[in-house]
């Protein structure tokens, strides 16, 4: 029935609802994480945000194989990433061993949490500009949230492995947290492998390095997530210097172009260039 002064109800095909449903679920493992953390169930906890994690990376694949993109998804997976991301892991930290600091604790963890604020802001503040050169678009700008997330859990994680107490020092936490919160925060490139080409003569090898990290995940699970962590950390200062040998030569080339050749090519990157991946 049609109601008098009103139009028809509009409908939404269920294309653009199944990304928003998987969405829903990662903010609720996000916020499980921290009952989990607040029961004293830390590896729950832990497991609970790498969930998320998993849910979050999928949701946005999800809606573009389905075409059910939207800007009230991309609002809500911003809420999300705040949640699940900010939210969890600093109250997780507190209860787990910054509460031990006193004031500095909850200081730090108000940090955390601000910056990832302040990135996911940034980012929906970046969406409506120019795309960045095609050549950039296999790098993040910054530490994106999920993976602020895994590796401010890092002391967390390996303390569940080793049994000294070094891990679980407020401030050995403490120095992870700063670092982290200025990573999220910073313009330094890191890499996104979400459209990185693997060379076909690497394909067997990668196949091969993919089964034994899951032998070891089911084996020793926390001790290869830790050394996963570390390396993701020590490859920093490697995309930083790819990422400005790229820029370089990028602009050494466009140098050496006449000017009617620079914005023909300007004009393809336009239309071919993916982008940044900022978040």
């Not at 929906?124 to 950039?136: I, K, R």
């Not at 993976?147 to 000294?164: I, R, T, Y």
């Not at 670092?179 to 999220?184: D, P, Y």
């Not at 196949?207 to 070891?216: D, N």
């Amino acid at each position: 029935m049609i109601i008098p002064g009103q139009g028809k109800l509009k409908t939404l095909s269920f294309n653009k609802i199944i990304p928003n449903i998987v969405t829903l679920l990662a903010l609720s493992a996000g916020l499980t994480s921290i009952r989990f953390g607040l029961r004293g169930e830390f590896e729950s906890a832990v497991l609970a945000i790498f969930l998320a994690a998993v849910l979050d990376g999928i949701d946005g694949r999800i809606a573009r194989m389905l075409k059910g993109t939207t800007k009230f998804g991309a609002e809500l997976d911003s809420l999300s990433d705040f949640i699940s991301f900010g939210v969890a892991p600093a109250v997780i930290l507190y209860m787990w061993t910054l509460q031990g600091a006193g004031g500095i604790g909850w200081a730090l963890s108000l940090l955390l949490a601000v910056c990832a604020a302040l990135r996911l802001a940034r980012f929906n503040t970046m969406l409506g500009e120019p795309d960045p050169p095609s050549w950039a678009h296999n790098y993040f700008v910054g530490v994106p949230a999920p993976a602020g997330a895994f590796l401010v859990l890092l002391p967390m994680v390996m303390s569940f492995h080793f049994d000294s107490g070094f891990f679980e020092s407020p401030w050995v936490v403490g120095v992870f947290v700063i670092t982290v919160s200025f990573l999220m925060v910073s313009r330094v490139p890191t890499y996104s492998f979400k459209r990185f080409r693997v060379p076909a003569v690497w394909v067997l090898p990668l196949m091969i390095v993919v089964g034994l990290l899951a032998a070891f995940l089911v084996t020793e699970p926390w001790a290869t997530l830790g050394v996963i962590g570390l390396i993701y950390l020590a490859g920093i200062p490697f995309s930083m210097r790819s990422y400005r040998g790229l820029q370089s030569r990028a602009a050494a080339h466009a140098g050496t172009l006449p000017p009617e050749d620079e914005d023909t090519d300007e004009d393809e990157d336009e239309d071919e260039a993916v982008g940044v991946r900022r978040d």
